[in-house]
């Protein structure tokens, strides 16, 4: 397998940090703004008798911070893409706080805030807020250029063939210093010849891409050369996925279409690729995440004493260790540790990795009650609380298989994307161990594409009233 890409967890990881900062500085704007308005210069405008008091004002400036920093998400100011792009983040800051203005007004006067709200204030806040982020935004900045994190969300760009769209690519990234792109080369594909003009390197022919790809770690193979046949493409597309590099294409003369693909641009060149995944928005994945935990943290608590008593029982009928732990592969390919309560024979896979079936004579007595009843999966209520798992997602699988179901199954890996589950949509429907592979990963992949809030939330249910093929 291909190394894993690292710059996803970064970009969240900085992201998740501007967040942070963004909503204290939003906090702090607030706060001098109520100063400034009720201490200040501007304490004698306006109609207020009396000043109000900073504990009955607190409550109004957390919920004009939170509704400020929902309306800066809104505007899509926490997209990886404006990472590098300062200037336009300070646009949208400007458009947040004017439509904040606008909404906060009108809430306080829908809703009768008491103390009542001064409209000299929000006012003032929104100028005082404004700075506050920016002012910390331009740190963050200048913080993020010196850092070795700038080098770590850049994304490696490995170009298939060459045309005039690929020419003014390689320009556009090669003299804008605000993209998070670096231009690996191109490849050869037969119908361009490699010369000396090219402005970046000749690394080689299409045949040996796969190589190419895991060699130069790229991270985004982008087809420049459409005169390639369907086959090839296709060829690309394929080993793309499986090495874990995002598949994009320049869409002059586009000649084939995927439901998921979306115009974008990569410092002002349009290219096509597909979105990103709804449940990969910063908000989103912080909420699913926050219910992972909530969820884990209940799920230990009521789940102990069972494995407690489990425990015994496992350990009276077959000596040995009761927690049993296998490697299995999780988000964005990395490996991790699952834990489950051990449900078959010591000696179950000394023969190798395999699935169990209807009757598995490998199982013991109180395995086959347990897996019946998912009870044997309740350890990973830990591996939920830690981040290797989500309560709902996919379900794991272990390295050595899929070093073999990632050659001979399409589309594979995208699963992988989101975090594995300890239930998933192909398990509530009975799609578990020894069944079809190809219809599980079409039930996976209709999760990853479609999912919400609700949907895992039904997933969970069924996966209470539900034990098909649970072998």
């Known amino acids: ?14 992201l998740g940090l501007q967040l942070l900062g963004d909503t204290g500085m939003s906090f ?12 200040g210069p501007l304490k004698n405008l306006g109609v207020e008798n009396t000043a109000p008091n900073l504990g009955d004002y607190a409550r109004l400036l957390v919920i004009g911070t939170l509704l400020l920093v929902f309306t800066f998400g809104y505007l899509k100011v926490y997209d990886a893409r404006l990472l590098l792009k300062p200037l ?47 002012a910390w935004r331009a740190l963050f900045n200048l ?19 060459w045309s005039h769209d ?18 690996l080369g191109y490849v050869h594909t037969g119908n361009d010849a490699p010369h000396d003009r090219h402005p970046c390197p000749h690394l080689g022919s299409l045949e040996d891409l796969e190589t190419i790809l895991g060699r130069e770690l790229a991270d985004i193979a982008l087809v420049a050369d459409l005169k390639l046949s369907s ?25 084939i ?26 908000l989103n994945s ?26 015994v029982i496992i350990k009276r009928e077959s000596p040995g260790p009761v927690i049993y732990s296998q490697v299995r592969t999780g988000l964005h390919g990395h490996p991790f540790t699952i834990y489950k309560l051990r449900s078959m024979r010591l000696d179950a896979e000394k023969s190798g990795a395999q699935w169990a079936v209807e009757g598995d004579p490998r199982r013991l007595k109180i395995g086959a009650f347990m897996r019946e009843w998912n009870l044997d999966e309740l350890p990973q209520f830990w591996n939920v609380l830690i981040g290797d798992m989500s309560l709902v997602g996919p379900r794991p699988e272990r390295p050595e298989l899929i070093e073999k179901f990632e050659r001979e199954i399409p589309h594979y890996n995208p699963r992988h994307e989101v975090r594995p589950g300890v239930t998933g949509w192909a398990q509530v429907n009975g799609l578990r161990g020894n069944t079809s592979l190809f219809e599980r990963i079409n039930y996976d992949l209709y999760y990853i594409e479609n999912w919400s809030f609700w949907f895992d939330f039904l997933i969970l249910v069924r996966t209470f009233v539900g034990n098909k093929n649970a072998y």
């Open 231 to 255: 086959e090839q493409l296709a060829h690309i597309a394929t080993l793309s996925e499986r090495l874990y590099v995002q598949f994009k294409m320049v869409p002059s003369s586009f000649r």
């Open 257 to 282: 279409f995927v439901s998921s693909l979306h115009l974008q641009t990569i410092s002002g060149v349009p290219v096509l690729g597909v979105e990103q995944l709804r449940m990969a928005t910063l």
């Open 286 to 311: 912080s909420i699913k995440r926050a219910v992972d935990i909530v969820g884990a943290l209940v799920g230990l608590f009521f789940s102990v004493p069972v494995m407690i008593a489990l425990a």
């Open 166 to 183: 690929a020419d003014r690519l390689v320009e556009a990234i090669q003299t804008d210093r605000q993209h998070a792109y670096e231009v």
């Open 88 to 134: 336009r983040v300070y646009t949208l800051f400007a458009k947040g706080t004017l439509f904040w203005f606008c909404i906060f007004l009108g809430l306080s006067l829908a809703l009768k805030f008491e103390p009542a709200i001064s409209r000299i204030f929000v006012a003032t806040s929104c100028v005082t807020s404004y700075l506050c982020v920016a």
């Open 1 to 14: 397998m291909a190394a894993k890409r690292t710059y996803p967890r970064t970009q969240n990881a900085l």
């Open 143 to 161: 913080w993020l250029a010196r850092s070795s994190y700038r080098e770590r969300i850049v994304q490696r760009v490995l170009i298939m063939g």
């Open 28 to 39: 702090a704007g607030l706060l001098l703004g109520y100063w400034m308005r009720f201490h």
